[in-house]
């Protein structure tokens, strides 16, 4: 990471953290408000659903090349499988304090905790095809253009019920 990145990402976490007021106002002039409801029924009961994770918090396996954090914008996405050790995730993201989600990567994506779900029944299975973004971007046109309809397909493909999104 050049020095310049990461001045920008400490300036930003400090933000968040001692003037929450201002980084939340910085931080929701990059987002668009919708003045709708999204309304979606499940057809089944939740003991049959399949559920996939997608998280904005910068994860992926360690294996995949992380996201680009020193672009403008990664509007790129890693799938992780169902079976995937916990230890075998990273996290890659600079516009938050990730030193907690990398100690314990089931902050940002409980994967283990939706695979015990499965296990008890609570939920039928756990997806093949869990999404890690980087949600550190300040122009959503994009994910919403390319990466939205690219996830879905991904998501379909692998007859997904229920996404459950979780932010970093």
């Known amino acids: 990471m050049t020095w310049k990145n990461n001045l920008k990402a400490k300036i930003t976490v400090q ?16 987002t668009k408000k919708m003045n709708t409801t999204v ?12 559920v996939a994770l997608i998280t904005s918090a910068g994860v992926h396996l360690k ?10 914008g990664d ?16 996290v890659t993201h600079i516009y938050y304090d990730t030193k907690s989600a990398k100690i314990d ?4 994506f409980p994967l283990v905790q939706l695979r015990e779900f499965a296990h008890k029944g ?3 299975s756990v997806s093949n095809t869990n999404i890690g973004l980087n949600g550190g971007t300040l122009n959503q046109i ?7 309809p690219k ?3 991904e998501l379909i493909k692998d007859k997904v019920d229920i996404a459950l999104l979780t932010p970093g």
């Open 122 to 124: 609570i939920i039928g």
């Open 15 to 30: 933000m968040a953290k001692y003037i929450p007021a201002v980084y939340n106002r910085f931080s929701l002039s990059q």
């Open 142 to 148: 994009p994910h919403e253009e390319e990466t939205a």
């Open 105 to 108: 990567k089931s902050i940002v």
């Open 75 to 90: 509007y790129s996405y890693r799938i992780i499988p169902a079976d995937t050790d916990i230890e075998d995730l990273e």
């Open 151 to 153: 996830v879905i397909r």
């Open 63 to 72: 294996e995949d090349e992380p996201f680009n954090v020193l672009s403008n």
């Open 39 to 50: 309304e979606t029924k499940i057809s089944k009961p939740l003991s049959e659903c399949r």
